[in-house]
């Protein structure tokens, strides 16, 4: 069966534009969460979503937006690139987000560098 | 709020020493606690897990973690150490009506011949 998968793998944008990260859980997952790694520090928690409502918000400005598909899959937004969005961009998926026994499975990840 | 610390951001030790990663969190209510490992351009994978019971929760590569509820620690250990454990670890914990998680920093381990 295929993991968490997560697209593209590495991107360069510039400051000021726009980047869509796309993740697709895996098969029979209905959770995804997004989580931010910068170089250095450790993950932090961004969206998470559930049957395409969001059930958790980050500390994070609004240029930052996720949604969920029917088909569980996500996408994750950021406006306004800025030099500090630069990090490595995680995707989680899990059966389901309320019970911490559900474990979640993280994807390579997408590697942003905005110059 | 909760929050995770990982005493050491890097451990060199040569191969087939023992090892200790530090981990100490803070948090208001009862948490969940994690290890997860991650290798060089790869994403996270689960290492242990303390969800209840046994305070000593095992992995199958050998490495251990004890949590210590009066000093709200987390420490991995391993006996032993391969190359082959070279990696990032991080801790993190996750409260108990939830599965979101909150990392430490992390600390590379780096395993010498």
């Known amino acids: 069966d295929a993991g968490v998968t997560q697209s593209p793998t590495h991107l360069i944008k510039t400051r000021g534009q726009h980047v869509t990260l796309r993740c697709s859980p895996i098969s029979g997952h209905k959770s995804v969460s997004w989580y931010q790694q910068v170089l250095g520090q450790g993950p932090q928690f961004i969206f998470q979503y559930y049957e395409k409502e969001e059930r958790g918000r980050g500390n994070f400005p609004d240029r930052f937006s996720a949604r969920q598909f029917p088909n569980y899959s996500s996408e994750l937004n950021v406006n306004a690139l800025l030099l500090g969005d630069s990090a490595l961009y995680l995707c989680?998926?899990?059966?389901?987000?309320?019970?911490?026994?559900?474990?979640?499975?993280f994807g390579p990840g997408t590697r942003l560098t905005v110059l | 709020a909760q929050s995770v610390t990982q005493l050491d951001s890097q451990v060199p030790v040569f191969e087939e020493a023992p090892v200790e990663l530090r981990c100490n969190y803070s948090?208001?209510?009862?948490?969940?606690l994690f290890w997860y490992v991650q290798y060089p351009n790869q994403g996270l994978q689960l290492l242990l897990k303390?969800?209840?019971?046994?305070?000593l929760v095992e992995s199958i590569n050998g490495f251990e973690a004890e949590f210590n509820k009066s000093q709200t620690s987390f420490h991995l250990r391993k006996p032993s150490v391969h190359i082959s454990d070279t990696a990032e670890y991080f801790c993190?914990?996750?409260?108990?009506?939830?599965?979101?998680?909150?990392f430490g920093a992390g600390t590379i381990l780096r395993v010498k011949s």
């Open positions: 993190a914990v996750s409260e108990m009506d939830g599965n979101k998680l909150v």
């Open positions: 303390y969800l209840s019971g046994s305070t």
């Open positions: 948090s208001s209510v009862s948490v969940y």
């Open positions: 989680a998926s899990s059966f389901r987000w309320d019970r911490v026994s559900n474990e979640q499975f």
